[in-house]
């Protein structure tokens, strides 16, 4: 009798024990899932508030502000919570919707440089996350970002329920067939490779020599 209390015991000590690492350990997710989102919420705020003020200056101090980075970092940290937390994650959607909509705003006001002697030149990318080749196209624009200093990538994931997106999306035709970019206001789907892209926008900089084939 004794032996079939101690094995009960045991199992009970044992699946409390279990119970309590995994109650402790998703906390902890949960947490960190909050920081990084509390913290990404601030400076989406105070993207957003550089908007307001950069649509009032002029093109000099445009190309000059900091906005530009921020966004990338932002996309980086976005990125890393998607990693982390998981692509379906409610918070983590939440905060890509919002990082879209300050991404729709930046390519209006990029487009607002009419009168400017050197521009960003932008593309806008949308993608979904069961995709092969829009991880490949991925891997091209962020390879032509990282040699083409004056080139803007916008990247949109096609299935968040945004409005400002969709409308963005049907303003260039852009339907289900992924990946699709939009390069000087004409749209084109399937994968394009590097060379392709680079025939596409011929006054594009090089910043470094080297390149290679995607």
């Known amino acids: 009798m004794k032996k079939y209390l101690y094995a009960f015991l045991i199992t009970a000590l044992i699946f409390v024990t279990a119970l309590y690492i995994g109650n402790f350990f998703s906390d902890r ?27 009032e200056i002029s093109c000099p101090d445009i190309k000059n ?11 980086e940290k976005i990125n890393y919570s998607q990693e982390k937390f998981g692509v379906d994650n409610s918070e983590v959607l939440d905060l890509k919707k919002y990082y879209s909509i300050l991404e729709i705003k930046d390519y209006i006001l990029t487009k607002k440089l009419k009168d400017c002697e050197e521009k960003p030149i932008p593309i806008l990318y949308f993608y979904e996350s069961d995709c092969p080749d829009c991880d490949r196209e991925g891997y091209v624009l962020t390879y032509l970002r990282e040699h083409y200093p004056e080139l803007r990538v916008y990247s949109f994931d ?49 910043a470094s020599s080297t390149t290679q084939t995607l």
């Open 65 to 75: 502000s900091t906005l530009s980075k921020e966004m990338d970092d932002l996309g």
């Open 29 to 55: 997710k949960i947490q960190e899932l909050k920081d990084a989102g509390n913290k990404i919420s601030i400076d989406i705020l105070s993207s957003e508030t550089q908007f307001a003020l950069l649509g």
């Open 158 to 206: 096609y299935n968040l329920d945004v409005s400002a997106l969709k409308t963005l999306a049907s303003v260039y035709g852009i339907g289900k067939k992924l990946p699709a970019i939009v390069i000087k206001n004409k749209p084109y789907t399937g994968f394009q490779t590097i060379e392709e892209i680079k025939k596409l926008l011929p006054e594009l900089r090089e």
